[in-house]
């Protein structure tokens, strides 16, 4: 099985019910495909970038699915068929981290202690002192 996203563009001509409706009947056909939905979300009605089959707005439909690939075929075939649904995009989706990440912060350090030049120089001789 594979994680999916879907995002599906419906017709504005459909009531806010009638959209609600063909999104429910999308997400129970994926489940009886043996689909299992993570998340679904039925954004409302959205003015388009561009023009999609003569529509300049449409109901926005975003579903995250684990599925097989051969019952999202069936799932993409009725997608297809289906006159109010004017586009989708099917996009295999990474797998979410089991944690989510937060800005790295630096790790603080310890304070350094202060070493006075002078401490320096005495540990320099002696190094050269022991090297002769």
Avoid at 10 to 17: I, Q
Avoid at 32 to 40: A, D, V, Y
Avoid at 65 to 83: G, I, Q, W
């Amino acid at each position: 099985m594979r994680t999916y996203d879907i995002t599906l563009l419906l017709s504005p001509e459909l009531t806010e019910e009638k959209a609600n409706t063909l999104f429910q009947e999308q997400l129970s056909s994926l489940q009886e495909q043996g689909g299992i939905l993570h998340k679904q979300e039925l954004r409302g009605k959205r003015k388009l970038a561009y023009p999609v089959k003569n529509q300049t707005n449409a109901h926005v439909a975003q579903i995250n699915v684990s599925c097989a690939p051969e019952s999202l075929e069936n799932v993409r075939d009725s997608f297809k068929s289906h006159a109010s649904v004017l586009r989708y995009l099917v996009a295999i989706a990474h797998r979410p981290d089991p944690a989510p990440r937060s800005r790295r912060e630096a790790p603080k350090e310890a304070p350094r202690e202060r070493v006075e030049i002078a401490d320096i120089d005495k540990k320099l001789e002696e190094i050269f002192k022991e090297g002769v």
